[in-house]
């Protein structure tokens, strides 16, 4: 009895500070923005078993993913023994559950076996933190205090395992021919103290047993204070994961509104039968985020759940090559701010102790760094989204202080009146097609004589008026003439997606040129579009839906592949790629933000080529650099360009051909090779002109 009344006393303490802990923290989301997606459900379930049970992303690195899912996996099998002792503690009863039976024998075997195994990843884990240098355990963000946090925590989980094996042990030597489940490696151990006298078992029994169970109260009540509070935020978080493609931004309502409000009304039949009626306008208190009051809900979440672990700082372009972006440090940051202001905040909502979120704890020079390639978001462990609050915090500069760099300005009013990034007019878009044998039909003269194209061909802006870019547009312009497909574009009708704009955080501009280039393809009434651009291709296909436009979209590739599989083009027996050393490199808003890695590459194998893979290649691919907005603006300071970087890597394989499918990838890969002196003796090629270049009439 007085077993237990000590025990209770023990729970009930640790219960309370952990609740207490965990209300104040919770309490930071009623002060957070956005709605808890309670939707898809079976869709949610199962991300949360492959990605928080099953750990799948953490096997991206495979020696210490599957340590650390060891670890994890152990973890749960003894979370239900400790439920099994806690119960046994309150009720006095001894082995509640095993009444289960032979569940029971592979329940207690299971945790037997993990506890040694646990031990031995613990001890890996202090040494690999205590003796090597593993650059993504560093950074500007990592204080004394974060490995220090580590080192406890990898501490008190062996201490946890010790005792657990003790406790066993001790209770097979008090039960040696009665005990309740299956202890292989206990059993192994007692063998060895079979001498000892029964009180010295006794004592081993109930020290492993009252040290194991306040370790674990000590442990969770340590968990809210450290990064290991993922070890209770990452379920939940990745059940909560964005469902929506990668790459889709999320949409304004409140700028939508104003927007549909502003414009004159459009003309019969011009709308969209789908376009969503104007809401009534409610103005936000501001656009974007500048402080912790001004996040989502996700956001917050991200940030109890981030790690650091470093995968995502460790693939980020910007920081790989020397710049001060760290998508840690930006998760970090954000539970930092908001451990600050939020209980004064949610007690005054006037509070203000004249710091933000943006200038004064993320600079502008972080901020203006990121590409948006998202590799940050495919590597980490728990479904953090650093770049959707990267993006806000851009809005927020943007849209409410007009801080923006001298060179995106002079983009977006390039866009704004010209209705391209680049100062070119309108009436140039069609000149691509100057150099072709035929003529290529416009979507007015289509509709002039009654016709309707199988495809809207979406050019593009770099493919009309970057001088490499068209040889791509016209190229596939051959192939698709070639192939018999009717197709037409809508030259001069056709304006900027709005992408780069949207990137760069302004998203009043992104969806004035949203909406009217809606109101343009309903008029045509398009269904299917073609684009050799993966940023216009996303934006079409994931964004523009928001909005009222409802298209099938498809990336060149993929309509190249359904043209050769289908047999309608031929291929040539010989061609200039003959004998060629091909490398292809994957856009990073095609590969990580469609999935599509293996439509290229199947592209290029049905031209009668080989691919020689990069060392990043798939969804660990490598960015250009020119996401983002950065195509427009001089890059951050650092120690290397991002395109050098990759320009590098594609070098390694002794390529002779870099082939893309991207006109941004295509104007990055040219420079780099310009950077090394190798423009004349290795080639940047679309896909679409080795598709030209490989076909007969």
Request: charged letters at 20%; hydrophobic letters at 40%.
């Amino acid at each position: 009895m007085i077993r237990q009344v000590i025990f209770f006393i023990v729970f009930l303490t640790a219960a309370g500070i952990f609740t207490w802990t965990s209300f104040r923290i919770f309490s930071y989301f009623r002060i957070t923005k956005g709605r808890f997606p309670f939707d898809r459900i079976p869709q949610r379930i199962i991300v949360t078993l492959l990605v928080a049970l099953g750990q799948t992303k953490i096997f991206r690195k495979p020696l210490a993913g599957l340590l650390h899912a060891l670890v994890w996996w152990g973890f749960i099998v003894i979370t239900i023994g400790t439920s099994e002792m806690i119960l046994d503690g309150l009720t006095g009863y001894d082995r509640c559950y095993s009444g289960a039976g032979w569940f029971y024998d592979i329940l207690t075997a299971s945790g037997d076996i993990f506890a040694p195994v646990i031990l031995l990843c613990c001890i890996f884990f202090l040494l690999r933190r205590i003796a090597l240098h593993i650059r993504r355990f560093y950074g500007v963000e990592m204080k004394k205090k974060s490995k220090i946090d580590a080192l406890i925590a990898l501490s008190l989980i062996s201490l946890l395992m010790i005792s657990l094996t003790g406790m066993n042990t001790g209770y097979l030597l008090l039960n040696e021919n009665h005990y309740d489940g299956y202890y292989p490696v206990s059993v192994v151990l007692s063998g060895y103290l079979s001498s000892i006298n029964p009180g010295s078992s006794t004592l081993l029994y109930e020290a492993g047993w009252w040290s194991h169970i306040v370790l674990v109260f000590l442990f969770l009540n340590v968990l809210p204070y450290s990064k290991h509070f993922h070890v209770i935020m990452s379920v939940p978080n990745v059940f909560l994961s964005k469902l929506e493609p990668m790459m889709k931004m999320e949409n304004m309502d409140e700028i939508t509104s104003e927007i549909r409000q502003m414009l004159a009304p459009p003309q019969a039949g011009l709308a969209p039968e789908s376009e969503p009626p104007a809401a009534p306008s409610a103005q936000p208190s501001r656009f974007g985020i500048r402080d912790a009051e001004d996040i989502s809900w996700k956001n917050l979440a991200d940030s109890l759940s981030c790690t650091e672990c470093g995968r995502c700082t460790d693939v980020c372009p910007a920081s790989t090559t020397g710049k001060l972006l760290s998508p840690r440090k930006i998760m970090m940051d954000a539970r930092k701010r908001m451990y600050e202001k939020g209980i004064p905040y949610s007690k005054d909502k006037e509070f203000n102790d004249g710091k933000s979120l943006v200038n004064d704890y993320i600079s502008r020079e972080e901020l203006w760094a990121c590409t948006t390639c998202h590799a940050c978001v495919q590597e980490c462990p728990v479904n953090i989204d650093h770049v959707s609050l990267i993006s806000g915090l851009r809005r927020y500069l943007v849209m409410e202080e007009a801080n923006v760099p001298p060179a995106w300005t002079m983009m977006f009013n390039n866009i704004e009146n010209n209705g391209a990034p680049w100062q070119y007019s309108p009436s140039d878009r069609l000149r691509w097609a100057d150099i072709l044998d035929f003529k290529v039909p416009t979507m007015a003269g289509m509709a002039l004589s009654g016709e309707k194209p199988e495809f809207l061909f979406w050019v593009g802006c770099a493919g009309s008026f970057d001088d490499r870019s068209k040889k791509v547009t016209a190229a596939l312009a051959k192939v698709l003439h070639a192939a018999g497909i009717k197709f037409a574009v809508l030259g001069e009708e056709e304006s900027c997606t709005g992408d780069p704009a949207r990137r760069s955080g302004n998203e009043y501009l992104f969806q004035m040129q949203a909406i009217k280039n809606i109101r343009t393809l309903s008029s045509y009434e398009v269904k299917k579009i073609v684009t050799a651009c993966p940023h216009c291709y996303n934006t079409l296909k994931n964004e523009y839906p928001d909005l009222g436009g409802h298209y099938r979209v498809q990336h060149h590739s993929e309509v190249l592949t359904q043209l050769f599989n289908e047999g309608r083009l031929r291929i040539a027996e010989k061609n200039i790629f003959d004998g060629k050393r091909i490398t292809w490199h994957d856009p990073c808003y095609l590969g990580r933000g469609a999935g599509i890695y293996e439509i290229p590459r199947q592209v290029i194998r049905t031209l009668g080529s080989d691919v020689m893979e990069m060392e990043r290649n798939r969804s660990k691919g490598f960015c250009c650099g020119a996401g983002g907005g950065q195509m427009f603006k001089e890059a951050e300071k650092g120690n290397k360009e991002v395109n050098v970087e990759r320009t590098e890597e594609a070098l390694a394989v002794k390529p002779d051909v870099i082939t893309v499918g991207c006109p941004y990838c295509m104007t990055m890969m040219s420079d780099g090779l310009k950077h090394f002196n190798r423009e004349e003796n290795v080639r940047v090629f679309d896909i679409a002109e080795m598709a030209a270049a490989r076909i007969t009439p």
